[in-house]
């Protein structure tokens, strides 16, 4: 039976493996990651701070261990302190940090809130194979002209680590989102619907291209492709519970509205992501807050679903 790799040295020397996840990996035990852009750049405080410590609780509910994952001080965090959750959630120095800004975070001693990819490099670093969080990053609206298309794309295709989202939301172009997966062959996977999701929204109009019904099989598809040498991520997208969600043709208008307000103010690159999310958080006058929050609760549920079952097969 594979087990994870340990953890090089020179890696070792420059995070901090929290004593519990250190000893979950040890064991073979699963372990949940989990990213810290959400918690610094994706909601305010301080929602941001309860849902970090709701969704680790969550995680332990179903009998398995968090790992909130960020860069402080320029050492890799892999499990973070209470009061290290709160230093994310409230320090305005801390970065939005991708792959790209990874090296030069740590080796300047900087504070770093990571994102999707980021989060998945570090988390394979670690050894830690599955991922919960909201949303990816994906293909942005008017990227035939901007280029801009998330890195977490690009990590999906090359770490070996599977993403819990829910899906991606429609201030991308999920279209061309679901094309460039397909290219980089990653599997994008719904649990339990043939229709992939749009985050705030159960449908999004677009067929996932595969699904799957239960963790259990999920953990299955990881397996095989692990063990075939397919590397690279899975994208496994879980539906917002139906309680929870906005219906598409609610959100859409508000989404467009904010689209707008961006382009009137000019912000590209980075920026956008977070912009975005705050303004839909004013325009829908909080309620897509609280979807959000639904939704990744929802995702640290069913990854750690994931992780046990994966944990299992690994014998
Ligand atoms: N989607 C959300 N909330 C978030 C993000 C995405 O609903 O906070 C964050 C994630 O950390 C994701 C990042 O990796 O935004 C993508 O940013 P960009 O589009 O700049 O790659
Ligand atoms: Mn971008």
Redesign the pocket.
């Given at each position: 039976m594979p087990t994870p790799a340990p953890i090089r040295p020179e890696v070792l020397a420059l995070m901090d493996l929290h004593p519990e996840v250190g000893a979950a990996l040890e064991r073979g035990a699963p372990v949940v990651a989990l990213?810290s852009?959400?918690i610094s750049?994706?909601?305010p405080y301080p929602q941001n701070v309860e849902m970090a410590r709701g969704v680790e609780a969550v995680v332990r509910e179903n009998g398995v261990t968090p790992a909130t994952i960020a860069v402080l001080g320029g050492r890799l965090k892999v499990g973070l302190t209470p009061n290290e959750l709160e230093l994310l959630a409230t320090d305005k120095n801390v970065q939005?940090i991708?792959t790209r800004d990874l090296p030069v975070t740590v080796a300047l001693g900087g504070h770093g809130a990571?994102?999707?990819?980021s989060?998945m490099r570090i988390a394979s670093l670690a050894g830690i194979r599955v991922f919960a969080?909201?949303?990816?990053?994906?293909v942005?609206r008017g990227a035939n002209e901007t280029m801009?298309i998330?890195?977490?794309l690009t990590e999906l295709a090359r770490t070996d680590v599977c993403v819990v989202s829910a899906g991606v939301?429609s201030i991308l172009d999920i279209g061309l989102t679901l094309e460039v997966l397909e290219t980089q062959g990653v599997p994008a996977i719904t649990l339990g619907s043939t229709e992939f999701p749009a985050?705030y929204s159960r449908q999004s109009g677009f067929t996932s291209p595969l699904t799957v019904a239960t963790p259990a099989e999920a953990a299955r598809v990881l397996h095989a492709k692990w063990t075939l040498g397919l590397t690279g991520g899975v994208l496994l997208a879980n539906p917002i519970p139906v309680e929870a969600e906005i219906p598409a043709a609610e959100i859409t208008p508000h989404i467009e509205q904010a689209l707008a307000d961006m382009a009137a103010l000019g912000l590209t690159?980075?920026e956008?992501?977070?912009y975005l999310?705050g303004r839909i958080v004013e325009i829908t006058g909080g309620r897509s807050l609280t979807a959000?929050i639904a939704l990744v609760r929802h995702n640290a549920a069913v990854a750690a679903r994931v992780a046990a079952e994966y944990a299992a097969l690994q014998g």
């Open positions: 990213e852009t959400i750049h994706g909601m939005k991708s990571t994102t999707v990819a989060t969080t909201g949303g990816t990053g994906g942005h801009d998330s890195a977490d939301k985050f690159g980075k956008t992501t977070p999310l959000n």
